[in-house]
């Protein structure tokens, strides 16, 4: 079951100690602005109440994990400011993720394009089904990942990023997102997936919280300039966005 809510959902249910995460939408669990600021204030909060040992982000449905940014609020976008504001939303959310005291495991359940597949790089240990392929189409209207970008290199590689931006039409399967690192295991079913999701998550959350905090913060170590960084990519999104490519191949993808 998904949401049929315009702004899309958000909901956290805690259970021995692991929060639940789980961020929905109708347009194939996309983002708009307003979720995103929703999903990066989540995280803020998460990171500081004493009951959450682990967090587990997970999306509605059985089908698309993300769909990435909303398409429809890209449209609408006017100016250089608004474009830099649109893009600055999943940098605020990998910021969060970035700095959030607990480890966060990604259940990723089904097919994942642009800043989803930012989402899945941010997370610690991230667990998929065969049918969660992945793709980085930006560079086919025109803009390209670049708030994501760090965050994917720091999992895949440079060799990895390039593979994925450059063949911007192709999927990639989730074999292929596990042999580059971005998933640490991959599951036939979802029943299967999420059993060993609550079996590893509930065995974390056993653990120490300090040993898990000082684990999160060497894990991320390094990823300090990501507090501008992603702020100045999303600028580079916003400018590009603005132009003639890219407004003719939205106008395409509008009309079809």
């Known amino acids: 079951m998904s949401t049929s809510r315009k702004n899309g959902s958000l909901y956290t249910n805690i259970i021995n100690n692991v929060a639940y995460l789980e961020f929905g939408h109708p347009a194939s669990n996309s983002f708009p602005s307003v979720l995103l600021d929703r999903l ?71 097919k994942t394009v642009g800043g989803g597949v930012g989402l899945i790089a941010a997370c610690d240990y991230a667990m998929a089904t065969e049918a ?8 086919s209207i025109g803009i390209g990942p670049f708030v994501i970008a760090p965050a994917v290199e720091r999992k895949i ?72 960084i992603l702020v100045e990519n999303a600028a580079i999104s916003g400018e590009l966005v603005l132009s003639d490519f890219t407004k003719n191949a939205l106008s395409k993808f509008k009309n079809k």
């Open 40 to 110: 990066a204030n989540a995280f803020e909060k998460l990171s500081d109440n004493e009951e959450v040992a682990v967090i587990v982000l997970k999306s509605e449905g059985e089908k698309a994990f993300c769909a990435g940014a909303s398409f429809d609020e890209l449209l609408t976008i006017e100016n250089m400011q608004q474009g830099k504001l649109f893009f600055s939303g999943f940098a605020k959310v990998l910021n969060a993720m970035r700095k959030c005291k607990k480890l966060i495991i990604g259940r990723i359940q089904g």
């Open 132 to 139: 969660a392929s992945i793709k980085l189409s930006e560079l």
């Open 157 to 228: 590689g440079v060799s990895g990023l390039a593979e994925l931006t450059l063949a911007a039409q192709d999927w990639k399967n989730a074999y292929w997102a596990k042999e580059k690192g971005l998933y640490a295991r991959v599951f036939e079913s979802i029943t299967d997936m999420d059993k060993e999701i609550e079996i590893f998550a509930e065995k974390l959350a056993s653990y120490n919280p300090e040993a898990l905090h000082e684990m999160k913060k060497l894990l991320w170590k390094g990823t300090e300039n990501w507090a501008t």
